[in-house]
T-cell receptor, first 113, second 117 residues
Framework: DQQVKQNSPSLSVQEGRISILNCDYT??????FLWYKKYPAEGPTFLIS?????DKNEDGRFTVFLNKSAKHLSLHIVPSQPGDSAVYFC????????????FGTGTQLKVEL | GAGVSQTPSNKVTEKGKYVELRCDPI?????LYWYRQSLGQGPEFLIY????????DSGLPNDRFFAVRPEGSVSTLKIQRTERGDSAVYLC???????????????FGPGTRLTVL
């Protein structure tokens, strides 16, 4: 049972444009959501997060939106840069659950010149 | 300071053999996590330590998998009688604390790529 889903395995965007990565979840107990970025042969690195009590969190070029009623979150990157090319994982956590993360399958973002 | 380190970076073994994977967390981090990432999948939780004790081992797939953290720092993931299906990247992460009502950021190591022939 995939509790966190990323239905787009890949996304290609031109440099300077907006990248939108989507994530859906099924477990209503999730109350903290994160995006991780992963380059080949490296571990995932934390990018941005959002608590379930908010619907938007912004950090520089990165914004995460949360729609609890739809159990959907998205990551917006604007403007996209070639260095953003990586695999992006959506992850979720349950308060009191020891912070263990449930990950989606990832979206490979390619930012083209 | 240094990040999370994992050794070896690559491990090739034969079916039926025993392997140990090591994780050195960030100094001072009390919580340590093991995840497994199979090809085309996201990382999947295996086990979580708070200090020396395993607080949650619900993700371990079967009794061939075992992990220890005897002094509350370095952890070793042990896999007995390896099978081809165990081939994956094994990721370790640490955080300042685990549990509680607020999230504590997890910092990941580069992983150990295990290949079982």
């Amino acid at each position: 049972d995939q509790q966190v889903k990323q239905n787009s395995p890949s996304l290609s965007v031109q440099e300077g444009r907006i990248s939108i990565l989507n994530c859906d979840y099924t477990n209503s107990m999730f109350d903290y959501f994160l995006w991780y970025k992963k380059y080949p042969a490296e571990g995932p690195t934390f990018l941005i997060s959002i608590s379930s009590i908010k619907d938007k969190n912004e950090d520089g070029r990165f914004t995460v939106f949360l729609n609890k009623s739809a159990k959907h979150l998205s990551l917006h990157i604007v403007p996209s840069q070639p260095g953003d090319s990586a695999v992006y994982f959506c992850a979720a956590s349950v308060a009191g659950g020891g912070n263990k993360l449930t990950f989606g399958t990832g979206t490979q973002l390619k930012v083209e010149l | 300071g240094a990040g999370v380190s994992q050794t070896p970076s690559n491990k090739v073994t034969e079916k039926g053999k025993y392997v140990e994977l090591r994780c050195d967390p960030i100094s001072g981090h009390t919580a340590l996590y093991w995840y497994r990432q199979s090809l085309g999948q996201g990382p999947e939780f295996l086990i979580y330590f708070q200090g020396t004790g395993a607080a949650d081992d619900s993700g371990l797939p079967n009794d061939r998998f075992f992990a220890v953290r005897p002094e509350g720092s370095v952890s070793t993931l042990k896999i007995q009688r390896t099978e081809r299906g165990d081939s994956a990247v094994y990721l370790c992460a640490s955080s300042l604390r685990g549990g509680g009502s607020s999230y504590n950021e997890q910092f990941f190591g580069p992983g150990t790529r295990l290949t079982v022939l």
